[in-house]
Every structure is written in C-alpha cells, then in structure tokens.
C-alpha cells in the first residue's frame, strides 16, 4: 500500500472522527445537564472541519490520479 | 556492496525493499498499540459505577491536538506529492510545516500532562476529599483552587459533578497535620490515569520519533536528493508511512480516551 492509499483511509477515518464528534457535541449540548457553549461551538467547528476535509480528499484524489495505490 | 532493490520492486513482492521493511514494522506496531488498547477497554468495562473518571481531560485542547495532527499529515502528503513533481522547495515547504506541527503537538501535550501533574486530591483524617490545582504547598499547609467532593457515588463522579457546578472552585486551606492522603494526577492516582499516561505517553514518543526521522532526511539527508532522487523520494514516502500511522492512532485514541 502506497502512501497515497494510506492517506486515503487517514482522510476517511479523519472524516469519520470529525462528524462523529460533531454529533456527540451536538448531543451534548442539547443535553440539559452537561450542555455549556463550548460543546456548541466545537460542533460547528468539527462539522466545518470534515466539510473542509471532504473537500480536501477529492482535490487530493484528482491531484495525485497517476499515482499507484500500490 | 550496493544495496538492491531500493528503487525497483522485487519480482516477488512488487514492492521496493523499504516499503516491506516499514509495513511489517507498521504490523508490530498495530500490536502493541492493539494490546494496549484492549487492556483499555477490558479496564472500563470491569471499573466499579462512578469510580472511572469522566470529564477530567480538556476536549477542546485535545481537539486543537487532533487538528495539528490532521495538518502534518495532509503536509506529509502534499511534500511528497511535490517531491514527485522535482519540486523540491515545494516539499522542504511542506516538511518544515510537518515538523512544526508534532513540536507544537509535543508542546500541548507537554500543557496537559503539566495541568496533571499540579493537580492534585487530597483525603483527609475525617474523611472528606478535596480536589483542585495546587496553588501553593508547606510543611504547615496545603492550598487547593478547587472543591469539596461528595464521593458517596464514587470519588471519580463527585469530582465531575463538583466541577461542572463551580468550574474554578474556590481556595481550600487544609493544614498538613489533617491530612491522611495527598497525591496528584500523575500515572499512579488510579487506573485511568496510568493507561492515559501509558498511551498518550508512548504515542507521545512516536510523534517525537517520527518528526526526527522526518527531520533528518529533510536536512542532513536531503544531499540523496541530487544523487540518488528515486530513492530519496521513496525514504519520503516510508517515512510519510510512519507518520500517517502515528496520526491514525491518534485518531482512535482521541475519541476512546476524552470523549467515552
């Protein structure tokens, strides 16, 4: 597995980590007894930041399109 | 003696030599994180209700961590990309953000393991447990900025609920003639502490690794690059390897260890 291939499945597990906390802020903060601020602005700002990384991945792929994945 | 297949694939694997060499290196690695990921999850399964701390790491900070670490490996990929495209400013651009990005890693982990290590709990002779940040300590007395805790409910989940009632807390003076036990969160004030200084500490130590590594081949090494430039883009891409596993192990580590 190539570099390119490995950072494809980083992005992907990144993804998964961005939106995934994104929810559990968001949860937190609509919970009555932990909810504060903080759990509201870093769900907005790990929901911008996956966006941002879902952008990133497909100007990666078509920039490196001629490398192997091997 | 030259070295062979350093450049070309080996007939039998379809790979160059290094890039077996840091995959089977990857394999054991996967291991000793995977056995101390599992001692992880057996210990929070079998912790008693209340007794395993919740709350107690700052999400926002290790967030900021989570993103240096997402940034070096994005500039790890772009550098190589550079690499090879022969631009070589381009990819000494690119591995100079890699290597800033794991010191300032290095440099918040190095807050939190400070903001550990100066707080403290303290159980005195009556029974009541305090907890807060060392504010100033002598022979006579102990000063905390911190709370009272009710620990009926575990000493772990009383510190959770006092601090999300008084964030800061207040000044407690408690004089050392009254104290039974007095010990900071350091790896031997209970169980989670010990595994989260066990993981992060030796994760702590791959990132220090990985940016020496990287560090290295993007100054004294770089001489390779006008000599042998195949090779050299290939010792960037096993290296690349190295540090996109240190950053995937963040990755799980992040969620299993601030946010469950």
Redesign the interface.
């Known amino acids: ?4 291939a ?2 494809v ?2 992005i992907l ?2 993804l998964a ?1 961005c939106f ?2 994104s929810a ?1 802020a968001f949860w937190q903060y609509s919970d009555n ?2 909810s504060s601020q ?1 759990h509201l602005l ?1 769900g907005t ?2 929901l911008i ?1 996956g966006i941002c ?1 879902g952008i ?1 991945g497909r100007y ?1 792929l078509r ?2 399109r001629d ?1 192997s994945y ?1 | 003696m030259e070295i062979p297949y350093t450049v070309e694939p080996r007939k039998d694997t ?2 160059y030599n290094a ?1 077996v060499g840091i ?1 089977l290196f990857l394999a054991s690695e996967v291991m000793l994180f995977g056995a101390l990921f599992s001692s992880y999850i057996l210990l929070r399964v079998g912790a008693d209700v209340g007794e395993w701390p919740r ?1 107690l790491l700052n ?2 900070i290790g ?1 900021v961590n ?2 240096v670490l ?1 940034c070096s ?2 500039t790890v ?1 772009l550098g ?2 550079a690499l ?1 495209q022969n631009n070589f400013a381009k990819y000494r651009m690119f591995q100079t953000i890699t290597v800033l990005c794991a010191f300032a890693f290095v440099g918040i982990k190095s807050f939190e393991y400070y903001d550990k290590f100066t707080h403290y709990q303290v159980i005195t002779k009556d029974g009541k447990v305090y907890d807060g940040h060392l504010h100033s300590r002598t022979a006579e007395q102990v000063v905390l900025q911190g709370h009272e805790i009710d620990a009926s409910k575990g000493k772990a989940e009383g510190v959770r609920k006092a601090q ?1 009632a008084d964030k800061h807390g207040k000044e407690i003076v408690i004089k050392t003639s009254d104290i039974q036990k007095i010990g900071n969160y350091g790896p031997k004030h209970n169980t989670y502490m010990s595994i989260y200084f066990t993981l992060t500490g030796l994760h702590a130590l791959h990132v220090i690794a990985g940016a020496l590594v990287i560090a290295y081949i993007l100054w004294p090494g770089a001489r390779m690059w006008k000599t042998e430039p195949e090779r050299y883009a290939n010792r960037v ?1 096993v290296s ?2 190295f540090w ?2 240190v ?2 192990v963040w ?2 580590l ?2 299993v260890l601030y ?1 469950l």
């Open positions: 597995m190539s570099l390119k490995f950072h499945v980083f597990a990144s980590l995934g906390m559990w007894e932990s903080t870093l700002f790990c930041s990384l990133y990666f920039k490196l490398v091997l | 379809g790979l890039k995959w709350d999400v926002p967030t989570t993103l997402i490996s994005v990929v190589w990309a090879k999300k891409e690349g390897l996109h596993f950053d995937l990755i799980f992040f969620p946010l």
